[in-house]
Antibody, heavy 118, light 110 residues
C-alpha cells in the first residue's frame, strides 16, 4: 500500500491544521491506521490510532495530543485525517501516517512537515 | 507512556555484529510480543525490519534478527554492511490500542 500525506505547512501557535493521508494500492476498509510524528533530528512519537469500522472505528490518543487532535477516516475516499487544534510550538514535526499490521505501524507515508511558529 | 530506552549509538566494522537493546516495562515490551524494529535512513520514512519480536518481513536480509527476554527486546545485525548505517527504532504495543517507540539508536559502520 502507498500512503501519501498532505496538509502540512506553517501555522501560528493556537491555530489549526487538518492533515490527510490518502492510500492507494489497497482498500483502507479493514485497516487500523495511526499517525506518528518526528521532530527533525529527534525520535518517533506515536500520536493516535483509529480502528477499522468493522472493529468499531474506535480512536485512541497519546497524552500530549489528547483533547487537541482528532483522528478520523473516510473509507469511501480511502483517506485518514488528523485534525490538529490548539497547536503549540512543540508540535512542530514531520507527521507520518501508518498502516498498522501485526500489532505495529507497518507501511509508512513519506511524511508532511508541520511548523508551528509565530 | 514513557519512551522505550535504547542506547544512543552503536558501531561496528564491516562484517562484525552489533546488538541494540530496547528496554521497557511489563506494560509494553514485557507484556506483549508486538515488538517491532525500524530502520530509518536520513530523509526517509522508517522501514520495518523485525515484527512480533523475532519475525522478519519478506525482503529483509536474514542478517537482521530479533529477540526478547522479559522487558527487553534486542535487534542484532550480523555481518554489518555499509548500507546498514542508519537510525534504528523499536516500538511496542502498550495496551489499550496504543503504541510506544524507543528513543532511537544511531548505528555507525566504521
Amino acid at each position: 500500500v502507498q500512503l501519501v500525506e498532505s496538509g502540512g505547512g506553517l501555522v501560528k501557535p493556537g491555530g489549526s491544521l487538518r492533515l490527510s493521508c490518502a492510500a492507494s494500492g489497497a482498500t483502507l476498509t479493514t485497516a487500523w491506521m495511526s499517525w506518528v510524528r518526528q521532530v527533525p533530528g529527534r525520535g518517533l512519537e506515536w500520536l493516535s490510532l483509529i480502528k477499522s469500522e468493522s472493529d468499531g472505528g474506535t480512536t485512541h490518543y497519546a497524552a500530549p495530543v489528547k483533547g487537541r487532535f482528532t483522528i478520523s477516516r473516510d473509507d469511501s475516499k480511502n483517506t485518514v485525517f488528523l485534525q490538529m487544534n490548539s497547536l503549540r510550538t512543540e508540535d512542530t514535526a514531520v507527521y507520518y501516517c501508518t498502516w498498522d499490521y501485526a500489532g505495529s505501524p507497518w507501511d509508512w507515508g513519506q511524511g508532511t512537515l508541520v511548523t508551528v511558529s509565530s | 507512556q514513557s519512551a522505550l530506552t535504547q542506547p544512543p549509538s552503536a558501531s561496528g566494522s564491516p562484517g562484525q555484529s552489533v546488538t541494540i537493546s530496547c528496554t521497557g516495562t511489563s506494560s509494553d515490551v514485557g507484556g506483549y510480543n508486538y515488538v517491532s524494529w525500524y530502520q530509518q535512513s536520513p530523509g526517509k520514512a522508517p522501514k520495518v525490519m523485525i515484527y512480533e519480536a523475532t519475525k522478519r518481513p519478506s525482503g529483509v536480509p536474514d542478517r537482521f534478527s530479533g529477540s526478547k527476554s522479559g522487558n527487553t527486546a534486542s535487534l542484532t545485525v550480523s555481518g554489518l554492511q555499509a548500507e546498514d548505517e542508519a537510525d534504528y527504532y523499536c516500538s511496542s504495543y502498550a495496551g489499550s490500542d496504543t503504541y510506544v517507540f524507543g528513543t532511537g539508536t544511531k548505528v555507525t559502520v566504521l
